[in-house]
Every structure is written in C-alpha cells, then in structure tokens.
C-alpha cells in the first residue's frame, strides 16, 4: 500500500469517527486547514446523526431532538451578593442533519436552550437565558488532492462551557482578539471561513484560509449609575468589534498519521471602540495527527504581534501555544481537551466604584493575554448507563500605565445519564461555575468581584 493509500486511509477512518462520535460539523476538520478560530466553530452540542436513529429526508440523514429538564440553581441572577435560589425549567430542542453526494458532504446543526424561572417574580434572567448554536459546514472535493471548506456559524454562550441535559456542552472558544467574562455575561459569536487546500505530493500539502469573526456581549446585571455616566462603563461593550484574518500553511506528512506544519497569519481587529483598533502579525509551528490508534488533533506555539492603527499604544509582541485533542482510547471512553493562549489587546475593564475614573479612561487599550483550558470525559459504564465530566479555567489580564484588570473563570460539573431505551434517555447534571474580576485604574480605588452558581439539572432527552 503506498504513503498516500496510508494517508487516505487514515484520513477516511478519523473523518468517520469525528462525525459519528464527535460532532456533525466537524467534517475532517483535521485535514483542513482552518486557522482555530475557524477550527474553533466547528464544534456542535450534540453527537452526530446514525443510520441507526434518524429520518432520511431527500438524501439527508436526520436527527432531531428534544431535552426538558428541571433545573435548581442557588444564584439565578449571577450577582455577587443577595443570591437568590430559583426552580425553573429548561427546553433544548436541537436538530442535526448530513448528506454525502461523494464530492460534496455537508453539515447543518442547531441547538439551543431557554432557561425559564416562572415560580420566581424576582428573577432578571427570565427573558435573557438564551443560549444556542446554529451553522452550516460544507467541504467540497473536485480532485482527490484538492480540498476546498467552507463554514458559518452563529452561537450564542455563556462561560467556559454552555451544559445541556443530553450530556454535551457548546465548546465555546472566543477568538483570540477578544477576551473571557465572568459569570452572568453572554457573548454572542458570528463566525465565517473558507479554506482550500493542495495535496503538493504524496507527503506535502499548502492551504490557505480565511476567516471573519464580530463578537458582541450581553452584561444583563451592569449597574444603572454606571450605564447613566456612560454605556460602556459596566459591560463589556467597548470590547465588541470583529476580527478578520488570513492564514497560510505550508506542511509535511512525516509519517501516514502525523504531520508538522508552519502557518503565518495576518489579522485585522476593529472594536466597537476604534480606540483599540489592531493590526497583527503571528506565526506558529506544531504536529498534528488524522489518526493514531483513536487520536486526532494539534499541538502548536508560536509568536504574535499587534500593533495600534492610530499609535494609541506601542507594538505589543508575546508567545503563543496551544492544543486541540480527541482521544478515544477505547470504545467506552472518549477524551478531549483543549488549550489556547494568546496576545489580547482590548480596553480596561470597568471599576464600579469609580465611575468618573471609567468614565476619563473609557476605551483606553491595555495589553494582555487570554488563556483558556478545557477537558472533558465520557465513559460508557455499560450499555445503559453512561457518566460523564468537564472542567475549565480561563482567564484575560491586561496592564498598562493607566492601570491592569483581570477577569478569571472556573467551571466544572459532572452528570450521569441512563438509556432508557431506543433514543430516550434520562440524565441527572451538575455545573460549577466561579468568576472573579479585579480593576485598579489610577485615580480609583482597587476593585474586585466574585460570583459563583451552582446548578442541578434532572431531564430527559429524546432523539429521533
């Protein structure tokens, strides 16, 4: 069997196995060549749809779904102090489809969960707990060494992982021009790419992407004094903008399952406040695998530089890595596992007990840099009954003359879940989450908040 029979091969295999265990939009995402913030959309809340279950519709395949659960959490209102607890319901209708014509396979998914507390007058969240996913993956393939994608995607999330009932989460990596938020904020992510990649050799290949991104975020709890002074002074909304990027790579199959790659990349970043308008510079190195044993993923690290489009601030230059893995050990066990560290450039967070200092300071860039981590298990104890768990940390800090602020997120939680029987399936889930935030601006006094929620979930989940 030749190198390329090898690669092939290798490369059918993992696509399959991302498909029908991973996510229905993650079509060979791996042999693309997407920059991660195109990687990063390519994710869905669900596993993909089986000839085993689904409807086939005009050459589709599929599945349909619905959670309804119970819910208790002790912070409904995500605030600091005067935690209130509230019982509510959460419904999760969701909907996953694929067709394969040969050249052309596409993905289409959409999720999406409301949170409704009606026992609860006292309750903010009521209208705004509404969380989602909903896109379009298409990869087109005119000549066996020739690979063309394309995706668009639009979600909506709030911290480092956006829970449902049917035991999946939302992977909700920000791109790298934004930053996280703490418990009780939402960011709302539109996202498009394109990429085409050239088999050069047997062992070679070359792609190029691009990709656009415009994140806006929700600060439901802000305080009234500080939106009076100025809107962006207790949210998040001087951080809106979008980030527009081209990327290069240039790679090498060392063996039929691994290769190592080169990228460069150039970005433009445009926020709500021009302020903070950037223009950037990285390049990054890494190994990558379709397919060893049951592991598909990247490793990489590299360097970045942002420069201000009006001279605002100095050209800011900081070392990037990370790594996204999917490992599936055994037909019981699946692991995944993501890390991402990155340059940011973006205003000062708000101080809310100095308005007047935001005010002066409103949109005034900071350097920094935004880490995020996530893991993640499912193992099947039997055929019934399986259990599984995520955790997470991430974190933004910026400094600059004017002053520093630190924004950091925790999460974990756990659940198990029984298959009652053919697509019904009951699940008992727990989530964890804490966020603090520290502001010292000059001519203000040092600030810091923490919030934390716990919530239980009990529901059950019907797929089609």
Request: proline share 5%; net charge positive.
């Amino acid at each position: 069997m030749s190198f390329r029979s090898c690669k092939r091969l290798a490369f059918l295999a993992a696509g399959y196995a991302a498909i029908t265990i991973a996510s229905p939009a993650l079509l060979h995402a791996q042999e693309s060549t997407a920059s991660p913030s195109v990687a990063a959309m390519l994710g869905s809340a669900v596993g993909g749809p089986t000839p085993e279950q689904g409807i086939v519709v005009g050459g589709w395949l599929v599945n349909p779904s619905i959670t309804t659960s119970a819910i208790l959490t002790d912070n409904v209102n995500a605030t600091p102090t005067n935690r209130r607890s509230a019982l509510g319901l959460s419904v999760v209708p969701a909907l996953e489809a694929v067709r394969d014509w040969g050249i052309h396979k596409t993905s289409v998914y959409a999720f999406g969960e409301g949170r409704f507390y009606p026992f609860n007058s006292q309750t903010t969240q009521t209208a705004t707990y509404l969380t989602g996913d909903v896109g379009i993956a298409h990869q087109y393939q005119p000549f066996k060494d020739l690979t063309i994608q394309f995706v668009a995607d639009a979600r909506r999330s709030s911290g480092l992982f956006q829970p449902y009932i049917g035991g999946g989460s939302l992977p909700s990596f920000l791109p790298n021009s934004n930053v996280v938020t703490g418990v009780g904020s939402f960011v709302n992510q539109f996202s498009g790419g394109v990429s085409v990649r050239k088999d050069i050799t047997e062992r070679t290949f070359v792609s190029a992407t691009a990709s656009a991104q415009y994140v806006t975020y929700d600060t439901p709890n802000a305080s009234p004094f500080g939106n009076l002074v100025s809107p962006n002074l207790n949210s998040y909304s001087a951080l809106n903008g979008g980030a527009y990027t081209a990327a290069l790579r240039a790679g090498f199959y060392l063996t039929p399952q691994i290769y190592a790659f080169v990228e460069p990349s150039a970005d433009l970043r445009r926020y709500q406040s021009a302020w903070n308008d950037s223009n950037g510079l990285s390049i990054r190195a890494g190994l990558g695998s379709d397919l060893i044993g049951l592991f598909r993923g990247e490793i990489y690290a590299g360097y970045s530089r942002q420069t201000s489009v009006y001279g605002h601030f100095g050209a800011l230059s900081a070392p990037s890595f990370g790594a996204h893995i999917f490992y599936y050990p055994t037909r019981y066990l699946t692991l995944s596992a993501a890390i991402d560290s990155t340059l940011t450039v973006s205003a000062l967070q708000p101080n809310a007990s100095a308005p007047f200092a935001n005010l002066a300071l409103n949109g005034v860039a900071a350097a920094g840099r935004t880490f995020q981590a996530r893991l993640q298990a499912e193992y099947a104890l039997s055929t019934r009954w399986s259990a599984y768990a995520r955790g997470g940390y991430g974190q933004t800090v910026t400094s600059s003359v004017y002053g520093s602020s630190a924004t950091k997120i925790w999460s974990a939680g756990l659940g198990l879940k029984y298959h009652v029987w053919r697509g019904l399936s009951m699940a008992v889930d727990y989530q964890f989450n804490r966020s603090f935030s520290r502001n010292q601006l000059i001519f203000a006094a040092y600030s810091s908040e923490t919030v934390s929620a716990n919530t239980l979930s009990i529901g059950l989940n019907y797929r089609y």
